[in-house]
């Protein structure tokens, strides 16, 4: 910290108890505090905890990533209150509290800022989570999930030999996914995990818990100038200056065993705007499983069919944030031993098709007048909005996977940035190909028409970005296999390169052996809807 360096910092407490209108500005406290602040007033459930505003990331930033003489002994002060609400104290050895840090710029940045969870940690506390909650496999899951995320978001490393000690522990145990792990495989590979940290780091993983909040407070203002932000924001118009608040809650497990979970839900499909719940949910899981894009998700119906009234309960929560927010919303939430705990809401990024399509239903549903709908679409190039399909004959189906977005596209293979804009600047069209997309992929998935990933939900933040930016996505593909360099894929039996021709269905989930043709049509009878409330706007 740079001497003399003195300024105020804004803490918001986050108290569903206590929170009362009026609320402060979303300027101060990002999108992300300001709705769960909102929530909080409504009496839905949200974890406590409390907001550092956006001033402390602006500050960090002009100060040569240095923050105020005060922070420290402000922080302390939130903490403790954060431990007098929850009865809990971090780095306590008999019941620790734990929290999760997340990031929340004033308008949305889906999964272009670090988040990170399980924040308190550490070898003496993990044993306070076995004895504070009876649940030794919900401890030692949440202690890896840590020790991995805190080298990835903390100290930039990078997930693959991570990925290998999962992969060899999964082959040892001949198992077929993470969640199928037992308590003392989890301890072993917490194990694993810390000697590979202090192997990637040259430290031994921290055993500090308030060092490791202030770690996470700074790789969240850190993350406000990565690339891959500075690129979103540049897409999207968003001022490089306004900065990101920062929350801090106390955590809630989804990773707590059978009747809990983590999930993602809109309020409507956000592909085609269609009005009906559109949620994915990973049973026993943390949030990130589902937004981070490496893991698929249940859909709706599985949620209804183990924790019915989990269901209902969301069922009521999206009516009643479309009534407040009066547009379609993105929503996260956890379940915990079949509890519901809301950690976000936001207006959900949706296809041009989508927006179009909610703007004249939520006019039907009385919640906006026309002229408040063409404010909303306002943006959008009605000629360009078109439901596409391919015009020839099918031809041979090489692979299926979960639409993301709809639509179709027909291009070359790319399987990373420099390939996309090596073809797109030679005039043809781009399928990109991962392994799992990420947000730091925004710019491959500008490039490209269509989006096909091997893993992956349909609501991750990837797949979200996908459908703002009117790509096709597929997410899922089972049969398909990258090999360990950006040179080629096998589908199903056949071998594609750099290069060669894909095509990929969003509206069946089909994919093809390119190139094929697309026929665009327009969706008429809404579009002439949104034209007369134009000129009848235009009118006077």
């Not at 005060?70 to 929290?99: F, K, N």
């Not at 709809?406 to 399987?415: H, M, Q």
Request: aromatic share 6%.
């Amino acid at each position: 910290m740079k001497p003399g360096v003195t300024t105020p910092v804004d803490i918001y407490p986050l108290e569903p108890d206590s929170v009362r209108e009026p609320l402060p500005d979303v300027s101060d406290v990002g999108g992300k505090g300001g709705n769960l602040l909102r929530l909080a007033a409504l009496g839905l459930p949200v974890p406590p905890g409390f907001i550092l505003g956006t001033g402390l990331c602006r500050h960090y930033h002009a100060h040569g990533a240095a923050l105020p003489d005060d922070y420290r002994v402000r922080m302390a002060g939130a903490l403790e209150r954060l431990e007098a609400v929850t009865g809990l104290r971090l780095g306590s050895p008999r019941r620790p509290l734990l929290v999760s840090v997340r990031s929340g710029a004033p308008l949305s940045m889906p999964g272009m800022l670090e988040t990170l969870l399980n924040v308190g940690l550490t070898d003496t506390t993990v044993g306070g989570l076995v004895r504070a909650t009876g649940n030794p496999r919900l401890a030692w899951d949440s202690y890896r999930r840590f020790v991995r995320a805190y080298a990835e978001v903390v100290h930039g490393c990078r997930s693959e030999r991570f990925d290998t000690l999962v992969h060899e522990a999964l082959t040892r145990e001949g198992l077929a996914a993470e969640n199928e792990f037992d308590t003392p495989t989890l301890r072993t590979l917490t194990e694993a995990y810390q000697q590979l940290f202090h192997a990637l780091t040259g430290e031994a993983f921290p055993q500090d818990p308030l060092a490791q909040l202030h770690a996470a407070v700074d790789a969240v203002l850190r993350s406000w100038t990565s690339a891959h932000a500075r690129a979103y924001r540049a897409a999207h118009g968003i001022d490089e200056h306004v900065g990101t608040a920062v929350t801090v809650q106390a955590m809630v497990f989804g990773n707590a065993g059978a009747t809990s979970g983590a999930g993602v839900g809109f309020t409507r499909d956000p592909a085609t705007g269609a009005r009906e719940l559109y949620v994915d949910f990973a049973f026993n899981a943390q949030g990130e499983d589902v937004v981070a894009g490496r893991h698929a998700g249940a859909g709706g119906a599985a949620l209804a069919r183990s924790l019915p009234a989990i269901e209902s309960e969301i069922a009521e929560i999206a009516n009643t944030l479309e009534d407040v927010f009066r547009d379609m919303q993105d929503f996260e939430f956890t379940v915990q031993d079949g509890r519901l705990f809301l950690l976000q809401t936001r207006a959900g990024k949706r296809s041009p098709l989508a927006a179009l399509t909610i703007a004249v239903d939520l006019v039907d549903e009385g919640r906006l007048t026309p002229e408040e709908a063409c404010a909303r679409l306002a943006g959008l190039d009605l000629d360009a909005i078109t439901l596409d399909r391919f015009g020839d004959a099918d031809g041979e189906v090489l692979a299926h996977a979960t639409p993301a977005s709809i639509g179709v596209a027909s291009g070359r293979v790319a399987f990373d940035a420099a390939q996309a804009r090596a073809w797109t600047e030679a005039g043809d069209a781009v399928v990109l190909v991962r392994h799992e997309a990420a947000t730091s992929d925004f710019e491959s998935m500008r490039l490209a028409a269509g989006v096909l990933t091997a893993v992956g939900a349909k609501t991750s933040h990837a797949a979200v970005v996908a459908r703002e930016l009117g790509r096709v996505c597929l997410v899922g593909c089972g049969a398909l296999v990258l090999g360990d360099d950006a040179t080629g894929c096998r589908l199903g039996e056949r071998r594609l390169r750099a290069g060669d021709h894909l095509a990929l269905d969003g509206n069946r989930g089909l994919v093809f052996a390119g190139p094929r043709t697309i026929v665009r049509d327009a969706p008429a009878a809404t579009l002439a809807r949104v034209r007369a409330w134009r000129e009848a706007a235009a009118q006077g």
